[in-house]
């Protein structure tokens, strides 16, 4: 083990300067950090070789940034404790969406899951979207913009309590988002699509395809000065329309639906539409669009798009 001089002290603190430090690393700072790692002031006395190890170590834990990797649309960063702080790129370089990870041996967080979910928040604002799927066991689905609970104080199909809130799932970021998916998914065959303050129209596209999108197709022409509506494929069926108080909309097969603690349906404003059993996709792109750049060509912006898997 290397003899902590003041100029082995130095190096290291030099060493940790870069543009993730929490402040400005400039020689005045390093050499009151030398002073702070080499004297105890409220002792009057040089700290001993293992003091120095400890001072040094705390001092590099609170200002040490080193970058690990980076992404097109994400960078990942190292910091004190184990804590990597995974961030999505806006534009000009912007970091924003900061994700705190703490790799954790006791709950089984490592750093290759630090990466795996770095390269998932690369993937998702790449492909634009957020994907998941779900089990329909008998193709008798019931849609709503959310399923409350017998009680009504919350909602009938939730994640446990101690990973809801946490950073991974948090529904403020797509990469929470999809995860949200994946769990409601796998825990109550809930679909479930987080949307905006908004109405939703769903349309049966073909037996296999459904459409989600916005009630309103419309827009406004500077031109003529007036809303131009835009109509919908004639061979789309309009099945119904959600009111999203609750900014998402819920769909659920009867089979899993009767499996919950639920309201009875009476207590819903819901529809219920028949479609092929089996696994569904869900491909939800609806934080990642602008509308007006699709309902002035004619087309309709398709928020979310839940499309049969092949047996």
């Known amino acids: 083990m290397e003899y902590l001089t003041t100029k082995r002290i130095t190096e290291r603190l030099q060493r940790i300067q870069n ?24 002792k009057d006395k040089k700290r001993t070789r293992k003091e120095k190890e400890n001072y ?22 190292k910091g004190k404790y184990g804590q990597y702080r995974i961030q999505l790129k806006g534009r000009g370089d912007k970091l924003y969406d900061v994700m705190d990870l703490v790799v954790s041996e006791r709950l089984g967080r490592t750093v290759e899951m630090v990466y795996k979910t770095a390269e998932s928040f690369n993937k998702i604002h790449s492909d634009k979207c957020v994907t998941g799927q779900v089990e329909f066991p008998t193709g008798n689905v019931l849609f709503a913009n959310f399923f409350k609970n017998s009680k009504q104080d919350d909602y009938a199909f939730e994640i446990p309590g101690d990973e809801k809130y946490s950073s991974v799932n948090s529904i403020n970021h797509s990469f929470g988002e999809q995860n949200t998916m994946e769990i409601l998914s796998h825990m109550h065959g809930l679909g479930y699509v ?33 809303e131009i509506d835009v109509v919908a494929p004639l061979e789309w069926a309009l099945l119904g329309e959600v009111c999203c108080d609750v ?8 089979e899993n639906f009767n499996k919950g603690d639920t309201l009875s349906l009476d207590q819903y404003d819901t529809f219920r539409v ?12 609806y934080h990642f669009m602008n509308d007006d750049r699709f309902l002035k ?5 398709v928020w979310v798009e839940l499309t049969k898997n092949g047996d």
């Open 297 to 301: 060509k004619g087309q309709i912006p």
């Open 194 to 226: 987080q949307l905006g303050n908004t109405s939703a129209a769903v349309y049966k596209a073909s037996d296999d395809r459904i459409i989600i999108t916005s009630c309103y197709l419309e827009y406004y022409d500077e031109d003529k000065e007036q």
């Open 247 to 254: 900014w998402r909309v819920e769909f659920i097969d009867q």
């Open 56 to 77: 040094l170590r705390v001092v590099c834990d609170q200002h040490y940034r080193e970058l690990v990797k980076e992404y097109s649309h994400v960078a990942i960063t």
């Open 274 to 285: 028949q479609v092929s059993p089996g696994l569904w996709t869900i491909k939800n792109s």
């Open 19 to 42: 543009r993730y430090n929490l402040q400005v690393f400039d020689d005045n700072t390093i050499k009151s950090y030398v002073t702070f790692v080499e004297y105890d002031k409220d």
